[in-house]
Each structure stands twice: as structure tokens, then as C-alpha cells.
């Protein structure tokens, strides 16, 4: 079983709050911003000051998971009845997990498939910045994965398809987009999709199974050798380079 509560956090009393007393207990009423009269109740902070209680307005659903963790998660719900019904899909989940008709690894993933795309991409870049990688590298990071978000159709981790993936590297093709960067892109995804397999987001990457484009075979990138007259000039080039540091 579980519960579920809304949480509370203090504050400092508002800057021209006055104390009040209604039966017994003791409220702060103060003016906002919008000069709109607000009251909060008051208690008394580890320091010995008052400081007034605010609540949050939706509701956590605290719970024990399959592992035996407890657990406390944000609804999202302002009304208690429907924060209740995402406990019990809670409880109903750790159940399957303690009766093996679920890995733990699958019920930690499932909590991660609904998150906005956005937010995912968010956290990896936060992850790239702490790993020290240069604002221009993670920019051009962002700026793929975006786009293939948008253009592929990915909203959340659960619309992940190595066929949409593929899909969109051949209509590039079509469109003329070299071999390399086709697989800039294809990388970008699948290195995201590796961390999201670490973090325990993703059970595994559907990304990987789309294989690279063959840069060798790309007409834009065909080696030849150098003429007569280009091999003399490349020659005199670097001879007079050579000269001009001595």
C-alpha cells in the first residue's frame, strides 16, 4: 500500500506580513505582488524565527517499490482521487515486480517512458557539460538530436523506432546530405540512446541496429591522383613555406 500528500516547504514571512490568530493557531497575511491579500499558516523555524508554510498544490504518491525501496513520486495531480489512481498503477507495478512478471530494471524504465523527449535531452547535455566537452560540441549535439526529434516523430523514449530512424537517413540521401554527416546524426542518437541505456531509461538502444552509411562509397568524396601542374605547385608550396623559417 501507499499514500498519498501534498507537500510542505517554509518560507520567510513576506515582507510586510502581519501575525493573525484564528482558534488558536497562527497565520501570516501579507499583500502580493498583484496587491491581492494572502494568508499562509506560520510556525517556527530551527533558527527560532517564524516562517510561514507553504503547500504544494499537487499531490506525491509515496509507495514501496518492487525492490523494496519506498519511494516518493510527484502525480502531477491537483485532485486527490486521480493522484490515488497513479499510486495504485504504482503499487499495481511493484506487485508484478515482487511476483516476477516484471524486472526491477523493467518497472525503473517504465518510469521514464512518458518524460518529455525534451527533458531527456536536457538531462544528457548536463551530462556532457559535466564531462568537460566544448559549448560548440554539445550546441551541435543539441541541434541533431532536435531535429531528428522533430523530423523522425520522437516525443517521448517509448516512440524510439530504428525504422523511423532509417527512414529519415534515407530521405536525407534522397535529398543529397552526404555519408558523413548522415552518420554525425546517426551517432548523435546513438550515443544519446547508450546513456539512456546506463541511466537505466532506456532497457536497451534501437538505435545501434540502424547501420552506418559507407562514406567510401560517397560519389562527393571519390580520391584521385594529383596532375602534373598540381603536384608542382603542392611542391613549390611547401618549399616556400620551408624558406621563409629559416
Given amino acids: 500500500m501507499g499514500t ?15 501575525i493573525i490568530v484564528r482558534k488558536g493557531e497562527r497565520f501570516a497575511q501579507w ?5 491581492k491579500t494572502r ?10 524565527t517564524d516562517r510561514i508554510v507553504i503547500t504544494a498544490r499537487t499531490y506525491t504518491a509515496k509507495y514501496r517499490d518492487g525492490a523494496g525501496i519506498v519511494r516518493a513520486v510527484a502525480t502531477g495531480c491537483r485532485d486527490k482521487t486521480a493522484a490515488e489512481s497513479v499510486l495504485a498503477d504504482l503499487v499495481r507495478r ?22 518529455l523527449l525534451t527533458d531527456h535531452f536536457v538531462a544528457y547535455l548536463r551530462h556532457q557539460e559535466a564531462k568537460g566537452l566544448n559549448a560548440v560540441r554539445i550546441k551541435n549535439t543539441a541541434n541533431r538530436l532536435n531535429r531528428l526529434a522533430l523530423e523522425c516523430g520522437f516525443h517521448r523514449l517509448a516512440d524510439f523506432k530504428a525504422l523511423s530512424l ?14 558523413g554527416t548522415r552518420n554525425e546524426y546517426r ?22 541496429r540502424v547501420a552506418k552509411a559507407d562514406a567510401k562509397a560517397d560519389p562527393r568524396r571519390k580520391r584521385r591522383a594529383l596532375s602534373e601542374d598540381e603536384l608542382v605547385a603542392l611542391l613549390a608550396g611547401r618549399a616556400a613555406g620551408r624558406f621563409r623559417t629559416q
Fill in 31 to 35: 499583500q502580493d505582488a498583484k496587491e
Fill in 39 to 48: 494568508t499562509a499558516p506560520v510556525t517556527v523555524g530551527k533558527d527560532r
Fill in 94 to 115: 511493484a506487485e508484478m515486480v515482487k511476483g516476477k512478471v516484471l524486472t526491477a530494471a523493467e518497472d525503473a524504465v517504465a518510469d521514464h517512458q512518458d518524460t
Fill in 187 to 208: 551517432q548523435e542518437l546513438v550515443g544519446f540512446c547508450n546513456w539512456c541505456v546506463r541511466e537505466g531509461r532506456l532497457l536497451s538502444n534501437p538505435s545501434a
Fill in 166 to 179: 532509417e527512414r529519415w537517413l534515407t530521405a536525407r540521401q534522397a535529398e543529397g546530405m552526404g555519408a
Fill in 4 to 18: 498519498v500528500y501534498r507537500k510542505t516547504a517554509t518560507k520567510p514571512l513576506p515582507a510586510g506580513a502581519k
